[in-house]
């Protein structure tokens, strides 16, 4: 249930409705307009309150959400969320470029990664410490020691480091080197990790389940959100369909859609979601152009000899060249790269 309050009503009057909604075992949440505030009322079965609301002086109107994800709602929250972190902003009109390798693969080589693709342009540095691997004879990543690269890379470049967190016991180590957790689409419903993730400060990215469809993905978020982390990003990162040419399907239908449902940053990975490096900066230009808020990309000095996810990693090259084309792309959008 969404409350709007009257035009000028004082702070104590605000404060008084807070606590009226609390007192009911509810949750307020309060959004400032540009003409109204409105307080979302957040639990289950919310509505029922509308009798106890109806002839409150302080209220002008109410109104239902209609939507099951509340917090993360743009009925809740019309306004974009734009999130600051170290000096990288994301969403609210800034494309945020997150770029590196699949791993971390050696101190040598994710410092190399970061401050070419910083020079390039990108404001986040991705790299994986703990991976997510089909196969358990695959690269399983360097753990707590990738984490301390990544923290290095970050004292060099300054760009602020995205890494995944897999499982609940790892949340303490990843928040110690990395300002944003990662839960990747394998783990999206991971209903108690979410939840412990939402007691974490940090901001996390969080990927769209490969099979998972766009009301669960806020649903996700809605764990985290109601746990009390609202500074999520969340990430299409391609969806399991029978096209055969790519290794997933990237749902690019999906940005318009979150961005309608949601005030949360929407970015795309477009080399999880296509798996081919040529597909890399064709879907990355549409994604900008379907209105994301930015792009993960998998960036490799030398991809062939990745550790992990070699064949949809692009060099450095194709990665300047894309930062170049985005730019232009987001002049005319009016977004600031
Ligand atoms: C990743 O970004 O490193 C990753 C494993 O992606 P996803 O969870 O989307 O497969
Ligand atoms: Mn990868």
Redesign the pocket.
Known sequence: MILTLKRGISKKEIKRIENKIRSFGFRPHISRGAKDITVGVIGENAILLKEFFESDPAVASIAQISKPYKLSSRQIHPKDTRLTVGNSKIGGGHFAIIAGP?SVESRKQIISIAKEVKKCGAKFLRG?AFK?RTSPYSFQGLGEEGLKYLAQAKKITGLPVVT?VMQISQIEVVSKYADVL?I???NMQNFNLLKEIGKAKKPVLL?RGMSATITELLMAAEYIMSSGNSKIILCE?GIRTFSDQTRFTLDISAIPVLKKETHLPVIV?PS?ATGKRDLVPPMALAALAAGADGI?VEVHIKPDTALSDSAQTINIPTFKKLVKDISCIAKVLEKKV
């Open positions: 699949c994986g997510p995944e990662q990747g689409a394998r990927k990162r990975d999880h993960m």
